[in-house]
């Protein structure tokens, strides 16, 4: 029947199918390979990854030439796409002996809807690009030697949304756009260093509904211009610091405020969902600049809560209000914008309600409407700490000076500073906020503010109580420990896979690299039982402390990077054994909280049937219940990369029926390379710089080498190796290698005729000398897997039984040395969410929503570091960024 049907017919019936399944229907007869030329492919991206799918893509220039949407991403190590116009002449060199493809030939796709590049080794200019009549969307991300400019998109009359985020070779001007007037409905332009022009320029383009300007600081502006007539349609809005209104904007004046905020209140008014949901009440980290002369410098050692420098929006019920408020939670008087509502409505009583919270944090500062003068704020600290006068504060003119030198001194002595600080202790009720900003706390002070030390308890930490965390690494024992120790759950189990001896076993593992974030998140959450020892004095001394990064270039060429996060923030980047600071963890905890050898069934959870309590019972594949497992109010998903709390999560269901393995490796990616790592007792060497780590990379990308300090006579070393392509088929380092003990000497030993194979550069022989010093039982390996990206789905169950921790909630790539740190912010984070919940669900909610953002981001970022770094490539470095987080 099919023959009967012409070639029109075929080519519409076609149209209902995915452009793979039309190339292989194509094969069928020569009547359907004509008919599918005429084809139009319905939207569904073709997405081109490796040189397998750039062949296909060649083919369906001519054979399916009415593809609508298209994807470019990087191929595999050893192939590029050919140079485009003026491209950049080191990468051209450095890349000569790749094997190039020609990206010219998407130019065939006439019709093209959607063209998204991301991660594409494109190196100068491609018109081509630019040339779509009927192309609507236009994503183009991290291609930092694509060279385009904004006045290129003439091409693409029917362009209804635009995406450019970290290029740094995209120049321009806002005023550009104008030539999409009549199309352009999304605009995001993010990190993109080079654009220029105004916000305003953009103000009576009639159908633009987002617009994302974030971190792109030659773009200048006033939000307070935006007038009623001003971007008719726009409903959600980003804006750089460089804009007055934008992120991180910093006032310069205490009085610019209250008009200010007026402004913002009636853009909200005509706009309700006009700001990001979750940057409006932090407003935008708006703040009082640090060279305003309304400004007055604190030491925070003293102990007295911060000054009032910050701004937030509240909003209680349909009314709106912002207030000056400090880093430490403390609130100035609500300066409302809106009359309140009134006793007869019928909203009055959750006005109330949502009312009450807000005015809790109006302590020290009641009756102030604005940030106090330095006079009375002193005073006020004097009255609320009840001590003697303060030592005079700095002069704010002086202060960058004294700070600097301050720092400079600071560096000569960077281990011992921890233990310089003593403080003057806060209200009791201030003292977590208090913490979490300061770089030390000793562990008397500590033991006073813990939540059991005070016999206080929340009603989410009284429902919390027989928590069992599941995965007993970095993450899950972080979280027992804060849970503990911060929120006052004392009723805590740890069920950890492995035998007895394998979790005491400090050699277990490679090494975990922890900065400030991480240090100050586990200074947070640490018992204060060893009265003596400053927990970050303790981890700085197990570990070696990071002074920079070494390039080794060919021909025994290095360019070293400094590491200046000691500089920036006081703390520095420690590189310890990853089975050295899980002991750690493990000994803020009874010896009766981790079980060893448990939780390797678990494939799902049910209703408990033997009390009321809401309880769960842990449950196998086949659904009975796991015997020696107690019933849980809450599960906590720490078992890592391939976790199955997280399948159980993102597919919204209780229970895996198919293979757990299976079913938790669904919403892995796999980054096509294997790394093996270890710590060995040797020194890299005196010829090598101290406290640095060096790094080295095959010229093709397929051999990436790391070695670093990693505690005194201890060397840290990485091999990161690429798969290799075999008829066609990938091939992992480890394939064909047998299992257990005598793998791990087949894996020390194919590893070492790599390297040999490698030129003999003097650094690969050094590494080559570790990893044969090193005992094979020692050796860590595991695949570069990421959690697929975050997206929507949210870091808890909706039934609120099950929340993620660690790698659990946001596996990432290793490029920022991030995944020790981000699950001690999980934990210290979800501890502070249970500590002040009303109830267990809301808790989780909270942890949700706080952690979300800032994981999705970290994800990406790390993603396209790795990327670049593969490719002789710099990425734009986050690490201040990182660095900043606060205990919420």
Same mark, same amino acid.
């Given at each position: 029947?099919?023959?009967?049907?012409?070639?029109?017919?075929?080519?519409?019936?076609?149209?209902?199918?995915?452009?793979?399944?039309?190339?292989?229907?194509?094969?069928?007869?020569?009547?359907?390979?004509?008919?599918?030329?005429?084809?139009?492919?319905?939207?569904?991206?073709?997405?081109?990854?490796?040189?397998?799918?750039?062949?296909?893509?060649?083919?369906?220039?001519?054979?399916?030439?009415?593809?609508?949407?298209?994807?470019?991403?990087?191929?595999?190590?050893?192939?590029?796409?050919?140079?485009?116009?003026?491209?950049?002449?080191?990468?051209?060199?450095?890349?000569?002996?790749?094997?190039?493809?020609?990206?010219?030939?998407?130019?065939?796709?006439?019709?093209?809807?959607?063209?998204?590049?991301?991660?594409?080794?494109?190196?100068?200019?491609?018109?081509?690009?630019?040339?779509?009549?009927?192309?609507?969307?236009?994503?183009?991300?991290?291609?930092?030697?694509?060279?385009?400019?904004?006045?290129?998109?003439?091409?693409?009359?029917?362009?209804?949304?635009?995406?450019?985020?970290?290029?740094?070779?995209?120049?321009?001007?806002?005023?550009?756009?104008?030539?999409?007037?009549?199309?352009?409905?999304?605009?995001?332009?993010?990190?993109?260093?080079?654009?220029?022009?105004?916000?305003?320029?953009?103000?009576?383009?009639?159908?633009?509904?987002?617009?994302?300007?974030?971190?792109?600081?030659?773009?200048?502006?006033?939000?307070?211009?935006?007038?009623?007539?001003?971007?008719?349609?726009?409903?959600?809005?980003?804006?750089?610091?460089?804009?007055?209104?934008?992120?991180?904007?910093?006032?310069?004046?205490?009085?610019?405020?209250?008009?200010?905020?007026?402004?913002?209140?009636?853009?909200?008014?005509?706009?309700?969902?006009?700001?990001?949901?979750?940057?409006?009440?932090?407003?935008?980290?708006?703040?009082?600049?640090?060279?305003?002369?309304?400004?007055?410098?604190?030491?925070?050692?003293?102990?007295?809560?911060?000054?009032?420098?910050?701004?937030?929006?509240?909003?209680?019920?349909?009314?709106?209000?912002?207030?000056?408020?400090?880093?430490?939670?403390?609130?100035?008087?609500?300066?409302?914008?809106?009359?309140?509502?009134?006793?007869?409505?019928?909203?009055?009583?959750?006005?109330?309600?949502?009312?009450?919270?807000?005015?809790?944090?109006?302590?020290?500062?009641?009756?102030?409407?604005?940030?106090?003068?330095?006079?009375?704020?002193?005073?006020?600290?004097?009255?609320?700490?009840?001590?003697?006068?303060?030592?005079?504060?700095?002069?704010?003119?002086?202060?960058?000076?004294?700070?600097?030198?301050?720092?400079?001194?600071?560096?000569?002595?960077?281990?011992?500073?921890?233990?310089?600080?003593?403080?003057?202790?806060?209200?009791?009720?201030?003292?977590?906020?208090?913490?979490?900003?300061?770089?030390?706390?000793?562990?008397?002070?500590?033991?006073?503010?813990?939540?059991?030390?005070?016999?206080?308890?929340?009603?989410?930490?009284?429902?919390?109580?027989?928590?069992?965390?599941?995965?007993?690494?970095?993450?899950?024992?972080?979280?027992?420990?804060?849970?503990?120790?911060?929120?006052?759950?004392?009723?805590?189990?740890?069920?950890?896979?492995?035998?007895?001896?394998?979790?005491?076993?400090?050699?277990?593992?490679?090494?975990?690299?922890?900065?400030?974030?991480?240090?100050?998140?586990?200074?947070?959450?640490?018992?204060?039982?060893?009265?003596?020892?400053?927990?970050?004095?303790?981890?700085?001394?197990?570990?070696?402390?990071?002074?920079?990064?070494?390039?080794?270039?060919?021909?025994?060429?290095?360019?070293?990077?400094?590491?200046?996060?000691?500089?920036?923030?006081?703390?520095?980047?420690?590189?310890?054994?990853?089975?050295?600071?899980?002991?750690?963890?493990?000994?803020?905890?009874?010896?009766?909280?981790?079980?060893?050898?448990?939780?390797?069934?678990?494939?799902?959870?049910?209703?408990?049937?033997?009390?009321?309590?809401?309880?769960?019972?842990?449950?196998?594949?086949?659904?009975?219940?796991?015997?020696?497992?107690?019933?849980?109010?809450?599960?906590?998903?720490?078992?890592?990369?391939?976790?199955?709390?997280?399948?159980?999560?993102?597919?919204?269901?209780?229970?895996?029926?198919?293979?757990?393995?299976?079913?938790?490796?669904?919403?892995?990616?796999?980054?096509?390379?294997?790394?093996?790592?270890?710590?060995?007792?040797?020194?890299?060497?005196? #010829?090598? $710089?101290?406290?640095? %780590? @060096?790094?080295?990379?095959?010229? *093709? /990308?397929? +051999?990436?080498?790391?070695?670093?300090? =990693?505690?005194?006579?201890?060397?840290?070393?990485?091999?990161?190796?690429?798969?290799?392509?075999?008829?066609?088929?990938?091939?992992?380092?480890?394939?064909?290698?047998?299992?257990?003990?005598?793998?791990?000497?087949?894996?020390?030993?194919?590893?070492?005729?790599?390297?040999?194979?490698?030129?003999?550069?003097?650094?690969?022989?050094?590494?080559?000398?570790?990893?044969?010093?090193?005992?094979?039982?020692?050796?860590?390996?595991?695949?570069?897997? #990421?959690? $697929?990206?975050?997206? %929507? @789905?949210?870091?808890?169950?909706? *039934? /609120?039984? +099950?929340?993620?921790?660690?790698?659990? =909630?946001?596996?990432?790539?290793?490029?920022?040395?991030?995944?020790?740190?981000?699950?001690?912010?999980?934990?210290?984070?979800?501890?502070?969410?249970?500590?002040?919940?009303?109830?267990?669900?809301?808790?989780?909610?909270?942890?949700?929503?706080?952690?979300?953002?800032?994981?999705?981001?970290?994800?990406?970022?790390?993603?396209?570091?790795?990327?670049?770094?593969?490719?002789?490539?710099?990425?734009?470095?986050?690490?201040?960024?990182?660095?900043?987080?606060?205990?919420?």
């Amino acid at each position: 029947m099919a023959n009967e049907l012409s070639g029109d017919v075929i080519a519409i019936i076609f149209g209902s199918f995915p452009p793979d399944d039309i190339m292989r229907m194509r094969r069928v007869c020569r009547k359907w390979r004509e008919a599918a030329k005429k084809t139009i492919v319905p939207m569904t991206e073709f997405s081109v990854d490796s040189v397998r799918k750039y062949n296909a893509m060649a083919t369906m220039t001519t054979a399916l030439p009415n593809l609508q949407q298209l994807s470019i991403r990087g191929l595999r190590s050893g192939h590029k796409y050919s140079d485009g116009e003026d491209p950049d002449e080191k990468l051209a060199r450095y890349h000569a002996s790749l094997t190039s493809h020609d990206v010219n030939l998407i130019s065939n796709f006439r019709k093209l809807r959607v063209l998204h590049i991301e991660g594409a080794p494109l190196n100068g200019r491609f018109p081509v690009l630019f040339s779509f009549p009927l192309l609507e969307k236009l994503i183009i991300s991290d291609c930092p030697y694509l060279k385009w400019d904004l006045e290129m998109l003439q091409g693409l009359p029917s362009l209804k949304e635009l995406g450019c985020n970290r290029n740094s070779r995209l120049t321009g001007n806002l005023r550009s756009l104008r030539v999409l007037e009549h199309t352009l409905e999304k605009l995001e332009v993010n990190s993109c260093k080079q654009i220029e022009g105004n916000l305003m320029d953009l103000a009576d383009l009639p159908h633009l509904k987002e617009l994302d300007l974030d971190h792109t600081p030659a773009i200048t502006g006033d939000i307070r211009d935006i007038g009623e007539d001003d971007f008719p349609v726009l409903e959600s809005l980003g804006l750089p610091r460089s804009v007055y209104g934008g992120m991180y904007c910093e006032f310069q004046l205490i009085s610019e405020v209250p008009s200010f905020m007026q402004a913002i209140h009636l853009l909200l008014q005509r706009t309700p969902t006009l700001f990001r949901e979750i940057w409006l009440p932090g407003a935008f980290a708006w703040s009082l600049s640090g060279q305003s002369p309304d400004r007055y410098e604190y030491d925070n050692i003293y102990g007295c809560p911060y000054p009032p420098f910050s701004l937030q929006i509240v909003q209680a019920e349909s009314r709106r209000g912002w207030s000056w408020c400090s880093n430490g939670g403390d609130s100035c008087e609500i300066n409302w914008l809106d009359p309140e509502p009134s006793r007869d409505s019928s909203g009055y009583e959750d006005y109330i309600e949502e009312l009450q919270p807000i005015e809790r944090n109006i302590d020290i500062y009641k009756g102030h409407h604005q940030p106090p003068s330095e006079e009375v704020y002193n005073r006020l600290c004097e009255e609320y700490m009840g001590k003697t006068p303060l030592v005079p504060k700095t002069d704010s003119r002086q202060h960058d000076s004294a700070h600097k030198s301050k720092q400079e001194d600071n560096n000569n002595n960077n281990t011992n500073k921890y233990n310089q600080h003593h403080m003057r202790l806060p209200p009791l009720h201030l003292a977590t906020a208090f913490i979490s900003r300061t770089s030390t706390v000793p562990p008397t002070s500590r033991s006073l503010f813990s939540t059991s030390a005070l016999n206080m308890k929340s009603n989410a930490a009284t429902q919390a109580e027989g928590t069992v965390i599941v995965g007993g690494g970095i993450a899950g024992l972080a979280v027992a420990a804060a849970l503990r120790n911060v929120a006052g759950v004392s009723n805590v189990k740890v069920l950890e896979a492995s035998t007895k001896a394998s979790f005491q076993n400090t050699d277990s593992g490679a090494a975990a690299q922890l900065g400030p974030n991480g240090l100050r998140a586990l200074n947070f959450i640490s018992s204060s039982d060893n009265e003596d020892d400053d927990v970050v004095q303790k981890v700085l001394d197990m570990g070696g402390i990071l002074e920079g990064n070494v390039m080794m270039m060919p021909g025994g060429q290095t360019m070293a990077i400094p590491d200046t996060t000691q500089a920036d923030t006081g703390m520095p980047q420690v590189l310890v054994r990853w089975g050295m600071l899980r002991s750690f963890l493990a000994d803020q905890l009874p010896e009766d909280v981790v079980v060893t050898e448990a939780g390797k069934d678990i494939a799902g959870y049910k209703s408990s049937s033997d009390d009321n309590s809401q309880h769960v019972s842990m449950i196998d594949t086949s659904g009975n219940t796991i015997a020696d497992l107690s019933s849980t109010p809450l599960i906590i998903g720490a078992d890592g990369v391939r976790s199955a709390f997280r399948a159980l999560v993102r597919k919204d269901v209780t229970h895996l029926t198919t293979d757990v393995t299976d079913a938790s490796g669904e919403d892995v990616k796999y980054g096509g390379r294997i790394n093996i790592k270890a710590v060995v007792n040797k020194s890299l060497g005196k #010829e090598y $710089k101290s406290g640095h %780590t @060096h790094a080295a990379f095959a010229p *093709d /990308g397929s +051999v990436a080498v790391f070695a670093g300090p =990693a505690g005194e006579g201890s060397t840290y070393w990485a091999i990161s190796v690429a798969d290799s392509v075999t008829d066609g088929d990938a091939v992992t380092f480890t394939d064909g290698l047998p299992a257990g003990s005598d793998g791990k000497m087949a894996l020390k030993e194919k590893l070492l005729a790599k390297l040999n194979s490698l030129d003999s550069e003097a650094y690969i022989t050094t590494v080559i000398d570790l990893i044969t010093e090193t005992s094979a039982e020692n050796i860590f390996c595991q695949k570069s897997e #990421e959690a $697929k990206e975050l997206g %929507t @789905h949210p870091l808890h169950s909706a *039934d /609120g039984r +099950v929340v993620l921790a660690g790698d659990a =909630a946001h596996a990432m790539s290793a490029s920022y040395g991030q995944a020790a740190n981000f699950a001690l912010e999980d934990a210290a984070t979800l501890a502070v969410c249970i500590r002040d919940g009303n109830d267990l669900e809301g808790a989780l909610k909270d942890y949700s929503k706080k952690r979300l953002d800032r994981c999705i981001e970290m994800q990406a970022r790390s993603a396209e570091r790795a990327a670049k770094a593969m490719k002789g490539e710099q990425a734009e470095d986050v690490s201040k960024w990182i660095f900043q987080w606060e205990i919420a």
